[in-house]
């Protein structure tokens, strides 16, 4: 049973993977790219999860799907922001480090304390991670944008959690509440927004709002629901090679031996996490 969610993580992140190239080309700013996801979002969601399903939340249900779409809503501000500073690989590898994150808070919150081969999987990916970042200035865009990227994984890393909490509400529903309460972020900012645009900036919109948005996340939220913790943070380390490949070769990023390195280090952490987990269960 739980194959299918595994199938449904990868999906997710692949479709993760190469989102913020069209986060990175698409002209619209980190404001107008959320507003547009949000209500493409929300509307889809709001079909899909059916007026039925909708009207039978209670008043704590309700709550919850607030905090899941503001959580959510911190996260997807702070990554857009990481996005057009940095680099998209830079960026979803600043929010992989997700992972550090769900180990303590799944330690301190379900008090599962972690064993030795989660950890040392989470430890090769990390240095994965570290040999893929440069050296860089605390002055400069790429910097600003990896600090605020590390930001974002914090509120990524909380989402499963509050998603567990609240798995009686169905999938669908969380998505709709998750997509629809996540503009009490942005509309604040909407007088910065931008509409000044292209007529392939709103075909990149259109993708980001459809299948990088209702696909991807929908997708992830039933898988991150339903996975342990540390095996969603090995899942989505897989994002970060992804982005990588699909930047170098549509955005001509630079791929030197370092990052090459760090990647195939993450997905190696990936597989032992996956064979030492298959050993366990025998």
Same mark, same amino acid.
């Given at each position: ?55 039978? *939340? +209670?008043?704590? %249900? #309700?709550?919850? @799907?607030?905090?899941? &779409?503001? !959580? ?5 501000? /702070? ?117 000044? *645009? +292209?007529?392939? %900036? #709103?075909?990149? @919109?259109?993708?980001? &709002?459809? !299948? ?5 996340? /929908? ?64």
């Amino acid at each position: 049973m739980k194959s299918r969610y595994y199938i449904e993580g990868l999906i997710a992140v692949f479709l993760f993977g190469i989102t913020p190239i069209f986060i990175k080309e698409v002209s619209a700013n980190a404001v107008t790219i959320g507003l547009v996801r949000l209500v493409i979002g929300a509307s889809f969601l709001f079909f899909l999860a059916g007026n039925k399903n909708i009207k039978k *939340l +209670t008043k704590k %249900d #309700w709550k919850a @799907l607030v905090l899941i &779409g503001v !959580v959510f809503g911190a996260h997807w501000i /702070t990554y857009f922001m990481s996005v057009k500073l940095a680099t998209p690989s830079m960026a979803i590898l600043s929010v992989s480090s997700f992972g550090l994150h769900m180990i303590y808070l799944d330690w301190a919150i379900n008090k599962r304390k972690p064993s030795p081969y989660e950890i040392t999987a989470v430890l090769i990916a990390l240095f994965g991670i570290y040999l893929i970042v440069p050296a860089f200035d605390l002055k400069n865009n790429l910097t600003t944008g990896i600090l605020i990227g590390l930001v974002s994984a914090a509120f990524f890393a909380i989402l499963p959690f509050i998603q567990r909490k609240n798995q009686h509400i169905d999938s669908l529903t969380r998505a709709f509440g998750q997509y629809t309460f996540a503009l009490i972020i942005f509309l604040p900012m909407s007088f910065e927004s931008n509409w000044e *645009l +292209t007529q392939q %900036d #709103w075909v990149y @919109l259109a993708i980001l &709002g459809t !299948v990088c948005t209702v696909g991807a996340h /929908t997708l992830w939220l039933r898988a991150s629901t339903i996975l342990p913790p540390t095996n969603t943070s090995l899942i989505f380390y897989l994002g970060t090679p992804i982005a990588m490949v699909t930047s170098f070769i549509f955005l001509d990023e630079a791929m030197p031996m370092q990052k090459i390195m760090g990647a195939a280090l993450i997905i190696f952490a990936n597989v032992f996490g996956v064979l030492m987990r298959k050993r366990k269960r025998r």
